[in-house]
């Protein structure tokens, strides 16, 4: 180890609390990308990566990226990162713990004048969480050579398109291309992230492995029922559209409960013009299904499909199902798997891997080098995405101490 146990995690807690003052709104933490708190927490992200010896560049989409030289000229990368724009009314932790954590590790790295044998670059990426364009992975996805470049023509609440905030920024959407990098050049991936849920909380264990990242499907639901008044109407003679959509959640909650990684969720439920003494005529309905692995979310998703069908048919209700979003689930690098277990074991704590139901920055690097992702513990019973995420210096102090480790046993291999 380079640092001794205890001193690293208060750090990472202060430089997260910091960052956060950067915000769109007084009340809470808003980062939105390449909004004025966006822009000004780049500047103090860059400003932090050059202190600590790296050399900065804030790239053409404003990711921000340090890079530590290793100790041969003609080595290859092994690149952090993670992501810095944030949720309406988030924690401080959610993708700003991995740059943080990769930050302190490299200031503790340069305090002992330590080279590696490949170059470390760290990457604090632009957005993530899709919240201005609705698009997710719009820094990681230049990195890794997948921007869709037809979203420089979405447009945000404000009418302005993505190719227009990226030029009135001072960036060039002309040089996203040369964003991409060579994965011939690429020794692996590594991303450090709070895990957003109560697993690891409920076990005690402060860090987990991460095996793989579920791949996610998303549908629009549209059930079209008959409108009725509710006083004259019989039950037996009524094409409820609430009432199937009923069926519907307790379906998909009753399919993906007890098989390991499947998840699913209605996370939105309305009945449009809906009124207390009206019989429901329509309702709409998000879901959402999740696995570790495309083919147990897939017959998840064609049990609820035909279940679907079934409900329509018995109820009398016509139902549209209309997928909008489908990401394939990302394994993450058995070597990299093994590299953090062992760090984890030498620090002499029980080795737990589980999956990860939410998207990273990570998955956009699986098919480019060895991807591994290690979790923190989230406290406050899990919650994320919230002013009530919490995490403890202790906790960082162990992740940062184990990114350490695997960096230090990481070899640069051809």
């Excluded at 202060?14 to 939105?32: E, H, N, P, V």
């Excluded at 780049?42 to 600590?52: D, G, I, K, R, V």
């Excluded at 290859?76 to 944030?86: A, C, K, L, Q, W």
């Excluded at 309406?88 to 330590?114: K, M, P, Q, S, Y």
Aim: proline share 5%; with cysteine.
């Amino acid at each position: 180890m380079t640092a001794s146990l205890g001193t690293l995690g208060p750090r990472i807690i202060d430089l997260a609390q910091r960052l956060a003052a950067f915000s769109d709104t007084r009340d809470g933490l808003s980062c939105t990308y390449l909004m004025p708190a966006h822009r000004a927490a780049a500047s103090q992200l860059a400003e932090w990566m050059a202190a600590a010896g790296m050399t900065v560049e804030i790239d053409g989409v404003a990711n921000v990226v340090g890079r530590y030289p290793a100790a041969q000229p003609d080595a290859r990368t092994v690149m952090i990162g993670s992501h810095y724009d944030t949720v309406i009314n988030a924690g401080n932790f959610d993708g700003r713990l991995g740059i943080l954590t990769g930050l302190v590790a490299i200031e503790a790295l340069n305090a002992a004048h330590r080279r590696l044998p490949f170059n470390i670059e760290l990457v604090a990426f632009s957005e993530e969480e899709g919240v201005r364009f609705s698009a997710p992975y719009i820094g990681s996805s230049a990195v890794a050579g997948r921007f869709d470049f037809r979203l420089l023509e979405r447009r945000d609440a404000s009418g302005i398109s993505l190719g227009e905030v990226i030029s009135k920024s001072g960036h060039n959407p002309d040089e996203i291309p040369a964003i991409a990098r060579d994965p011939r050049q690429l020794a692996g991936y590594l991303e450090v992230h709070i895990e957003q849920g109560p697993v690891l909380l409920g076990e005690g264990l402060p860090v987990g492995v991460v095996t793989a990242i579920a791949g996610a499907a998303r549908y629009s639901v549209t059930v079209t029922g008959e409108a009725g008044h509710a006083g004259t109407v019989p039950m037996g003679l009524r094409h409820d559209a609430a009432a199937a959509a009923a069926e519907i959640v307790l379906f998909v909650e009753r399919r993906c409960s007890g098989i390991p990684t499947l998840v699913g969720t209605v996370g939105r439920l309305q009945v449009p013009g809906g009124a207390m003494n009206v019989i429901p005529g329509r309702c709409e309905l998000s879901l959402d299904i999740r696995a570790g692995d495309d083919g147990t979310r897939d017959a998840a998703i064609a049990d609820v499909l035909a279940e679907i069908d079934l409900i329509a048919k018995r109820r009398g209700v016509r139902i549209e199902a209309k997928e909008m979003q489908r990401a394939p689930a990302v394994a993450c690098s058995g070597r990299v798997q093994s590299l953090f277990a062992d760090a984890i074991g030498r620090a002499g704590l029980p080795v737990r891997a589980l999956p990860s139901g939410a998207g990273h920055d990570a998955v956009q690097f699986g098919h480019l080098t060895d991807m591994g992702m290690l979790f923190v513990r989230c406290g406050n019973g899990g919650i994320s995405h919230s002013p009530l995420e919490t995490m403890t210096a202790a906790d960082a102090d162990v992740a940062v101490h184990v990114l350490l480790d695997v960096l230090e046993h990481f070899q640069e291999t051809r």
